[in-house]
């Protein structure tokens, strides 16, 4: 089975990409790839796990997109591929201000992934509220175990423990960083400036996923 972690950044990707570690014939790496890569991806894992890159499907602005593989290229390999979609959300006030990240703005590439999920929707195998995962991991644990089969070894709640992504694994291990809500609600309104020109499309954003 392969499996396609995608999301807006900063929206708990790359979280949920390290956790597949937690489970049993689990083929994971920690760099973020192409969907192309998962489709060509061999192994002798029963589960092949990637995280998105900037530019992928309910990950990206529509500039962002149209700019690498186009939208509809995607939707075929997915659709032709039997890839299962996890999409990552999260409330869009706690990912700003970014204003100079990288070559995009953030609220434009948040609120196109949300309106991706309007539209295309029906490619998504699962939907995890960052909110949930760092409030009761162990209880998505127990929603992705019901939905795909799969094995577990180590619980969500032991991370990182279990990290095995060698010298990275280590920094995470002696950082001590372990799951925790203490990043929600942290922001002091500067999604306001952040998205000033653009307030109306965020707020109705913001609605569509119950973020009130």
Known sequence: ????????????????????????????????????????????????????????????????????????????MIQDNDIQIINMIRDGRDLMPRPNHEKYRYCPRWIDSIDQIKKYGHLISAT??????????????????????????????????FMTFGDEAKNWIHKNRPISPDRIGKNNGAYKIECADMMHEFERALRYLNYT
């Not at 396609?4 to 689990?26: K, M, V, Y």
């Not at 994971?28 to 990637?50: C, G, M, N, Q, T």
């Not at 939905?147 to 180590?154: A, C, E, F, N, P």
């Not at 619980?155 to 423990?161: C, G, I, N, V």
Request: glycine content about 6%; hydrophobic content about 40%; charged content about 30%.
């Open 128 to 161: 995890i509220r960052y909110e949930d995962l760092v409030t009761d991991p162990d209880e998505i644990q127990r929603g992705l175990v019901e939905r795909y089969g799969l094995k577990v070894l180590h619980k969500f709640s032991d991370y990182p423990k």
């Open 1 to 76: 089975m392969r499996i396609f972690i995608t999301g807006c950044a900063g929206s708990g990707t790359t979280l949920l990409n390290r956790l597949f570690l937690a489970f049993e014939d689990t083929d994971v790496i920690s760099r973020e790839a192409p969907l192309r890569e998962l489709v060509e991806a061999e192994s002798d894992k029963k589960f092949i796990i990637r995280k998105r890159t900037f530019n992928q499907i309910f990950s990206g602005s529509y500039a962002m997109i149209e700019a690498g593989p186009t939208l509809l290229h995607q939707i075929n």
